[in-house]
């Protein structure tokens, strides 16, 4: 994931950092024996972004593509399932959702040491701070607006319809969550243990609200993991699926929501900026029309949905402090969101008093 930094520090790409070069001819050659249309020669460039799975930029001279891979070392058993990105992105172009189309996935790790897929560059407009400065005050509700349009879309779809209806376990999403990534979070002795994180684990597994439902959840749903027109309010690809799973809308809606509760520094958040001032719609409106889209009277738990979500995010942070500590983190930027873990847990904390 990229996140809480600088548009200069996450955009862009970067010569191919030390630790994650590869054969680039031996990828060339797979490449043309299984994306349609390849034809070399072939340039490797490396994104800033894209914190947990090293993503590349492949550029020939007819097109462009980008190469989404696992970390090389160690992972913790589970973690970057890119092959799950790449099924979800199949399946969700048959829907006409926007996303990249993908060619081709490898499981073959002799090509360049770890499983990998290839899928088409979307052209557009990443935004790093969700306040939008870049665009008009009159013109910001609608980007607002975009994003909440698609993350409804995308919980309207029928995931059987779509070859996803076994692309997570449905029931109990939370009971399983809350367990999944507080045992990671367990699991991971060289990140350490926080007080508020753990009190955080008790106070989530002490309220789930009653009731479930399951979709197709992003897990990762923020502003800067969407690709917007060059021009107008539209998104046209949303990137960076590899918390996606079948799980509860609510909990997806509310790590999107969860902007509102987070400082700028840490992902791209809202907390400290004049939305009056600068024409964004407020929690309760935006709450509103995603409940419109999505056949809604409300959301009855909210706060459990916003506390569930911190909590997630920080044991991610965690998880990168861990692999910060043992030398694979892929992103220039790992350190400091690192260093924010502590923070993120002491407001998941307050809210939950």
């Known amino acids: 994931m990229s996140a809480g930094s600088s548009q200069n520090d996450n955009s862009g790409t970067t010569s191919v950092r030390e630790g994650f070069a590869f054969d680039e001819v031996k990828l060339s050659r797979w490449m043309a024996d299984h994306v349609p249309g390849f034809s070399g020669p072939l340039t490797v460039e490396q994104f800033k972004g894209g914190q947990s799975n090293p993503t590349y930029k492949l550029v020939t001279p007819s097109k462009a593509y980008v190469l989404r891979r696992k970390p090389p070392g160690q992972l913790l058993k589970g973690a970057h399932a890119i092959e799950r990105e790449a099924r979800v992105l199949t399946g969700l172009e048959k829907a006409a959702f926007p996303v990249a189309h993908v060619h081709a996935l490898c499981t073959d790790d002799s090509v360049i040491g770890t499983w990998f897929y290839i899928m088409d560059l979307v052209e557009g407009r990443i935004f790093w701070d969700a306040a939008i400065p870049e665009v008009s005050r009159e013109e910001r509700p609608a980007f607002f607006d975009a994003m909440n349009t698609t993350m409804a879309a995308l919980h309207n779809i029928d995931p059987v319809s779509v070859g996803l209806g076994d692309y997570g376990k449905p029931g109990n999403y939370f009971e399983r969550q809350i367990g ?4 990671q979070y367990l699991d991971d002795l060289e990140a350490g243990r926080n007080v508020d994180m753990d009190a955080v684990i008790d106070w989530l597994r002490a309220n789930i609200p009653p009731g479930d439902e399951t979709a197709i959840v ?24 590899e918390l996606s799973t079948l799980g509860h809308p609510l909990a997806d809606f509310a790590y999107h929501a969860m902007m509102y509760h987070i400082p700028p520094h840490i992902v791209a958040g809202l907390v400290g900026a004049d939305l009056e001032a600068l024409n964004i719609p407020s929690e309760r409106d935006y709450i509103a029309s995603y409940c419109a889209r999505t056949g809604r009277s409300g959301i009855p738990a909210y706060r459990f949905y916003i506390a569930f979500n911190l909590f997630r995010l920080a044991a991610i942070f965690h998880g990168i402090k861990g692999r910060v500590i043992r030398g694979t983190a892929s992103s220039a930027q790992a350190a400091v969101r690192a260093q924010l873990f502590p923070e993120l847990a002491s407001i998941a904390k307050r809210l939950i008093g």
């Open 218 to 241: 992003h897990g990762d749903f923020r502003i800067d993991n969407m690709i917007f027109h060059p021009t107008k309010p539209q998104v046209l690809a949303v990137l960076d699926w």
């Open 180 to 183: 999944r990534w507080s045992q």
